[in-house]
């Protein structure tokens, strides 16, 4: 029989708060870098590892190969859909940069989320990455996220609320949204 465990989303505001306070004594501590390995894993598969996260740079090397994720394309995308795709990969980001902002802001206002529930969507048209059409963009035109929340007694205007909170706090919508400057060098 399998046994399916589901834990509700939350975030430990006391650990936040801490945070928060650490951050303001010490504002490098709020300087933080992301970093990942990536290699060609054949065809149009990527093979790629967690590198060290650094923090006030000081990297924590704990972080370096302990994950590594793959990605490839479907087969009508020419692919062999081996792994989700980058574009997925994306959508994952959000997802759950979006869990975390949420559970957190929920906290925050002392809400009790039963669930979340996220339905996201990737739009784009192909022609501008293929050269069809130079006036059409090659990266998405268009994302989308439908949120749904379980609060029992929680009125739908404090949901509401919360959603417009986290259009305005995640920080990985502020990168999707904003211009953001990426950096490519050959080595």
């Known amino acids: 029989m399998n046994t399916v465990t589901t834990t509700k989303p ?6 936040i708060e801490a945070t928060v306070e ?16 990536s290699e060609s894993a054949g065809g149009l598969t990527a093979k790629t590892e967690t590198g060290p996260l650094l923090q006030a740079g000081v990297p924590d090397n704990s972080r370096r190969g302990k994950y590594t994720l793959h990605s490839d ?18 959508l994952k980001g959000l997802a759950g940069c979006y869990i975390v902002t949420l559970a957190s802001l929920a906290a925050a206002r002392n809400i009790t989320l039963e669930e ?28 989308t996220v ?11 205007e404090d949901l509401q609320d919360l959603v417009k909170a986290l259009e305005a706090t995640s ?13 490519t060098a050959l080595n």
């Open 10 to 15: 939350f975030a430990d505001l006391a650990a």
């Open 146 to 156: 439908s949120v749904e929340l379980e609060s029992p007694g929680t009125p739908r």
């Open 73 to 90: 394309e479907p087969i009508s995308l020419l692919g062999t859909d081996t792994a989700v795709s980058p574009a997925e990969y994306i």
């Open 171 to 183: 920080p990985i919508r502020d990168t999707l949204a904003n211009p953001v400057k990426v950096t």
């Open 116 to 143: 979340i529930r996220l339905t996201l969507g990737f739009d784009i048209d192909l022609s501008g990455f293929l050269g069809i059409d130079e006036s059409v963009r090659k990266g998405a035109e268009h994302i």
């Open 22 to 37: 650490a951050v303001s004594a010490q504002r490098e501590l709020g300087r933080v870098t992301f970093t990942m390995n």
